[in-house]
């Protein structure tokens, strides 16, 4: 059973940081693309970033790019978003999901979540 399970969300000033994980289980983590996905409140599903399978190409959202750096590790089966100089429109439900293929292509399994919330 694939699980992508996501934590490091929380309360942060503006201009703070913070490093969002996903632990993926059920698949081999090292053969596909993964991508972080937000949602803020009232609004629609936004993409942020996605990394191929061995984290070789990067690619970035415009409204993140600069401030958010997408990386794996593979031998740890984990996901990472560092997140910079965060601002209140970071303010969303983070997600990450698995894509179909080790370059992207679609998107078939999605976690829970992780709450960021960017306030003073």
């Known amino acids: 059973e694939v699980q992508l399970v996501e934590s490091g969300g929380g309360l942060v000033q503006p201009g703070g940081s913070l490093r969002l994980s996903c632990a993926a289980s059920?698949?081999?983590?090292?053969?596909?693309?993964m991508s972080w996905v937000r949602q803020a409140p009232g609004k629609g599903l936004e993409w942020a970033s996605q990394?191929?399978?061995?984290?070789?190409?990067?690619t970035y959202a415009e409204s993140v790019k600069g401030r958010f750096t997408i990386s794996r590790d593979n031998a740890k089966n984990t996901l990472y978003l560092q997140m910079n100089s965060l601002k209140p429109e970071d303010t969303a439900v983070y997600y990450c999901?698995?894509?179909?293929?080790?370059?992207?292509?679609?998107?078939?399994?999605w976690g829970k979540g992780t709450l960021v919330i960017v306030s003073s």
């Open positions: 990394i191929t399978y061995g984290g070789a190409m990067t």
């Open positions: 059920g698949f081999t983590f090292s053969n596909y693309a």
């Open positions: 999901a698995k894509y179909t293929g080790r370059y992207a292509y679609s998107m078939d399994y």
